[in-house]
Structures are given as structure tokens and as C-alpha cells.
């Protein structure tokens, strides 16, 4: 198993050859909760001098959009199109991206956010290689931890519902993990 460190430096590394090669680039970082996505997103961002992060938790369902028959699509939850529109489909373009976060306390989204262009886009969290978004990245990462590992983390996070970890969000990620096999597709895979 890799250092945080190490998997950033290796991270890194495909960023300096891919970056020899296109002005701008996007990746995403996939993977189980508590694996370490977001750690390692603002690890690559403080590394990088031209980097932004969005995180998929932004861009969960409104409460109007989660049907029955959403929530039980593989990886259904997340509003894929939103974060397509707002997000995907225009960071090519290099420039500022205005988006809206979801709240989840609030179950609403948020006043807009103004991401400032960057040579490096990250977007991170689970349900970001779903097929539907696969095409937009340049480069992808799966992060996995064992089920043990996970929950001690998920125990030791400030204000987790760990009960509603185990009994909703977990069931709803493995079904996304075994259905659309994003670790299948995905560039790197880390062990953390």
C-alpha cells in the first residue's frame, strides 16, 4: 500500500506528461467513502500552481428530482446532468465556471460559486466515472479501502451518521461500484 505522498507524486507525474500535451486537462477521482478522495484532491491542489477542485457531494439530487426510479439507478443520486451542464462540459473552455452547490442540511442549492479558470481541473467523489461522465476526464483514479478501514474512518469524521453510512450510503455506492464497474475503467487504481 502507497503513502499519501506517494500517490500524489504518481499522480503528478501523469499530470506533468499529460500537461506536455494539452493546455488544460481534468481528472477525476473516484472511489469508496472515507478512502481518502478528498485528502487527496487538496494534496494535488496545494502541489499544483494551476489547479481547481469541484467535489461531487455539490451535486447530490433536490429533493424533487429523487424519484423512485432515480434512486434506484446505479449511482442515481447524484444529479450527473448538473454537474455535465454546469461543470464538464466547460472546463475545455479554461476559463471562470460559475456552478451551484448542493446543501445537503438545507436540501437545496446554494447561492452560485465562481471557480476561477485553471490548466488543471479535479473533480472528486464518488459517482464521478459513472459512464455517462467517463468521456470528459483526461485522467482517472479509483481509490478503494477495506470495509474495516472505512468504517473506522467514517467513525473517527465529525458529525458522520455512521448508521446512515451503513445502511444507505455504503448500499448505495457498492451497488455503483458493482453495476458500473468504474475501477474497471479507470486509469489508476490506489489501495489507501
Not at 21 to 41: F, H, V, Y
Request: proline share 5%; hydrophobic share 35%.
Amino acid at each position: 500500500m502507497m503513502t499519501s505522498d506517494e500517490i500524489a507524486k504518481r499522480i503528478i507525474a501523469d499530470i506533468t506528461r499529460l500537461l506536455r500535451d494539452k493546455e488544460r486537462i481534468t481528472l477525476a477521482i473516484d472511489g469508496r467513502c472515507a478512502s481518502g478522495k478528498t485528502t487527496l484532491a487538496r494534496k494535488l491542489q496545494a502541489l499544483l500552481p494551476d489547479c481547481r477542485v469541484f467535489h461531487t457531494d455539490d451535486f447530490f439530487l433536490r429533493p424533487e428530482q429523487r424519484t423512485p426510479q432515480r434512486l434506484s439507478e446505479a449511482g442515481g443520486n447524484m444529479d450527473r446532468e448538473r454537474l455535465r451542464d454546469e461543470i464538464l462540459q466547460r472546463l475545455p473552455g479554461g476559463g471562470e465556471i460559475i456552478y451551484h452547490p448542493f446543501d445537503c442540511m438545507a436540501a437545496s442549492l446554494l447561492k452560485p460559486v465562481k471557480a476561477p479558470g485553471a490548466r488543471v481541473s479535479i473533480v472528486e467523489g464518488t459517482y464521478s466515472c459513472h459512464a455517462e461522465l467517463r468521456a470528459f476526464y483526461d485522467l482517472t483514479i479509483f481509490l478503494s479501502t477495506s470495509p474495516s478501514r472505512q468504517l473506522r474512518r467514517l467513525s473517527q469524521r465529525e458529525g458522520a451518521d455512521l448508521e446512515a453510512f451503513k445502511s444507505r450510503w455504503i448500499p448505495m455506492e457498492e451497488k455503483y461500484f458493482r453495476e458500473c464497474a468504474p475501477a474497471d475503467f479507470c486509469d489508476l487504481f490506489f489501495e489507501t
